[in-house]
């Protein structure tokens, strides 16, 4: 009986937490420092300036009408891709020399009644031209990379070497914008009816953009893949083990690094890289991924897939009033609504 009488206190004080007063907390020395007060409370603002600052910069990217990049080697059939989405005719074209920009609306591929506005940005393939890439890219939904698929088996290195600098942009810019999603990416098997076509003359009633059959758009978007899948890892074998940063084409050398530091701290190196302003440089090795062949799926930032396309003879779009539209351009359309 004494025993358990004994235990009784102690079960009582250890069930009791000692809680500090508020009062006695807010009486903390250093809370009745005014220059500590003062520099909390502005490190609060900041914060709270700075997460409103990056969450309205990534709802500005969605905001507008869909940017769509169409980029590629020359004479891969943007300019007609451009006309035939744009005025829905396949004209004759040549080697563009400067971009053609135009916003128009663009009606869903899925037959629902359905519009959204979109920009399409066809910018050249010319070597000379590709800067303008920069100037575009920061306000891209999405990016076609068109690639002419019979130019692709005799050209197939020099095509692939045009798609690292791309990736690099956007990988980085995805990276230092914080996005929420990847930006998308579409490797584009252009000119498929080209490879099963006969040779003789379209009848007057064919369709235009042709019907393509399942069987050819499939072996085209695989081939594509595969010869590119194949020089990508050529080209990490020669470069990506590097990593590291190379310069934006617009670096200014004897930058401060305290201003590359607020650059970043605000979202600002992404949109001087894609100006061509002063940058710190592109992290290279965000493409490459780690050790062992090149995987698509490795590019941090960005969403790579792979699609194929054809318009059929040129001129067979002049007179669409009585003419069907077959399946040839449905796989960038659906890419772009998706956006």
Same mark, same amino acid.
């Given at each position: 009986?004494?025993?358990?009488?004994?235990?009784?206190?102690?079960? @009582?004080?250890?069930?009791?937490?000692?809680?500090?007063?508020?009062?006695?907390?807010?009486?903390?020395?250093?809370?009745?420092?005014?220059?500590?007060?003062? #520099?909390?409370?502005?490190?609060?603002?900041?914060?709270?300036?700075?997460?409103?600052?990056?969450?309205?910069?990534?709802? &500005?990217?969605?905001?507008?009408?869909?940017?769509?990049?169409?980029?590629?080697?020359?004479?891969?059939?943007?300019?007609?891709?451009?006309?035939?989405?744009?005025?829905?005719?396949?004209?004759?074209?040549?080697?563009?020399?400067?971009?053609?920009?135009?916003?128009?609306?663009?009606?869903?591929?899925?037959?629902?009644?359905?519009?959204?506005?979109?920009?399409?940005?066809?910018?050249?393939?010319?070597?000379?031209?590709?800067?303008? =890439?920069? !100037?575009?890219?920061?306000? #891209?939904?999405?990016?076609?990379?068109?690639?002419?698929?019979?130019?692709?088996?005799?050209?197939?290195?020099?095509?692939?070497?045009?798609?690292?600098?791309?990736?690099?942009?956007?990988?980085? =810019?995805?990276?230092?914008?914080?996005?929420?999603?990847? =930006?998308? =990416?579409?490797?584009?098997?252009?000119?498929?009816?080209?490879?099963?076509?006969?040779?003789?003359?379209?009848?007057?009633?064919? !369709? &235009?953009?042709?019907?393509?059959?399942?069987?050819?758009?499939? #072996?085209?978007?695989? $081939?594509?893949?595969?010869?590119?899948?194949?020089?990508? @890892? $050529?080209?990490?074998?020669?470069?990506?083990?590097?990593?590291?940063?190379?310069?934006?084409?617009?670096?200014?050398? %004897?930058?401060?690094?305290?201003? %590359?530091?607020?650059?970043?701290?605000?979202?600002? #190196? %992404?949109?001087?890289?894609?100006?061509?302003?002063?940058?710190?440089?592109?992290?290279?090795?965000?493409?490459? %991924?780690?050790?062992?062949?090149?995987?698509?799926?490795?590019?941090?930032?960005?969403?790579?897939?792979?699609?194929?396309?054809?318009?059929?003879?040129?001129?067979?779009?002049?007179?669409?009033a009585g003419s069907e539209e077959g399946n040839g351009l449905d796989e960038? !359309?659906?890419?772009?609504? @998706?956006?």
């Open positions: 009986m004494s025993v358990a009488q004994g235990k009784a206190p102690s079960t @009582d004080t250890a069930s009791t937490p000692e809680v500090e007063p508020l009062s006695s907390l807010l009486a903390h020395p250093l809370l009745q420092d005014p220059k500590f007060v003062a #520099a909390a409370g502005g490190l609060v603002v900041l914060l709270l300036f700075f997460s409103f600052f990056r969450s309205s910069k990534k709802a &500005s990217r969605r905001s507008g009408p869909t940017t769509v990049l169409l980029v590629g080697p020359s004479d891969g059939g943007k300019t007609s891709i451009f006309a035939n989405l744009v005025h829905n005719t396949y004209p004759q074209t040549h080697t563009s020399i400067q971009p053609s920009i135009t916003t128009f609306p663009f009606a869903s591929p899925y037959d629902d009644g359905r519009s959204k506005q979109v920009k399409l940005v066809d910018i050249p393939g010319h070597p000379r031209l590709r800067d303008e =890439l920069k !100037k575009h890219i920061k306000d #891209a939904s999405t990016v076609v990379f068109v690639v002419d698929i019979q130019a692709l088996v005799r050209n197939s290195a020099a095509i692939a070497e045009e798609l690292p600098p791309i990736f690099i942009a956007l990988s980085n =810019l995805s990276i230092s914008q914080n996005l929420i999603e990847p =930006l998308k =990416l579409q490797i584009l098997a252009h000119k498929t009816d080209l490879l099963t076509r006969s040779t003789s003359s379209n009848p007057p009633n064919a !369709k &235009s953009p042709p019907d393509i059959a399942e069987t050819s758009l499939s #072996a085209a978007r695989d $081939r594509v893949k595969s010869i590119l899948t194949r020089e990508m @890892d $050529r080209l990490k074998a020669a470069r990506g083990g590097s990593g590291g940063k190379i310069e934006s084409m617009g670096k200014v050398t %004897g930058g401060s690094s305290s201003s %590359g530091f607020f650059a970043r701290l605000f979202g600002g #190196a %992404g949109a001087g890289l894609a100006e061509g302003e002063e940058g710190e440089g592109e992290d290279e090795s965000l493409i490459w %991924g780690g050790k062992g062949p090149f995987d698509w799926n490795d590019v941090e930032g960005l969403e790579v897939s792979f699609g194929a396309t054809g318009l059929g003879a040129v001129g067979a779009g002049k007179d669409k960038i !359309k659906q890419f772009i609504w @998706d956006a």
